[in-house]
């Protein structure tokens, strides 16, 4: 099961990478949103998280899970969706999906996999509150990218399940919040 939910992890992050629309926005966002991340020192926030829980991988289980479930189209139209029209399909298959990675992540990593539901909270539940702000997102131009950035970091979560790479995926997390920001600027050119 190990090697499956990790060679599985990095197909997905494969596929999310291939619709990107500019690969250079990628990148500027990885390598703005890893500096500010590397500052913030976000990975061993969690950590310290994890070592006061002694329970499993919190950090890698934590941020593992709160990527999978938060980096994707269906996160992002189906939150919109939701918050726009009530209708809320795409985020209850969206939650299936979800539950059933959840088991398998949390007998690999533990606690930080159910703390993630915070996370998913907070980040679904802030899209579908200011859905009308952010419908923006739903264009190709912007959830392509976005979408591209998170598949990178989901790579780097397939190479530390398979313990391949120990990446610090979560100060990559502040790239998701700049990935949009970029694309906005370099339309304004």
Known sequence: MFYAVGLSTIGLGLTMVIKVNNFLIVLGSMAIGGVLGELLNIEGGLKKIGDSIKEGDFSTGFVASSLLFLVGPMTIV???????????????????????????????????????????????????IFSSKLSFLTHEMYLNDLIAVGGIMVLGIGLKILEIKDTRVGNFLPALFVSPLLVFIISRF
């Not at 919109?80 to 399909?89: D, K, N, V």
């Not at 996999?113 to 802030?126: C, D």
């Open 78 to 128: 189906g939150s919109i969706t939701a918050g726009l029209t009530g209708e809320g399909s795409i985020i209850y298959m969206k939650s299936l999906l979800d539950a059933i990675s959840s088991v398998v992540l949390a007998s690999m990593y533990g606690f930080g996999v159910m703390l993630s539901a915070i996370s998913v909270l907070i980040v679904q539940g802030s899209i579908v």
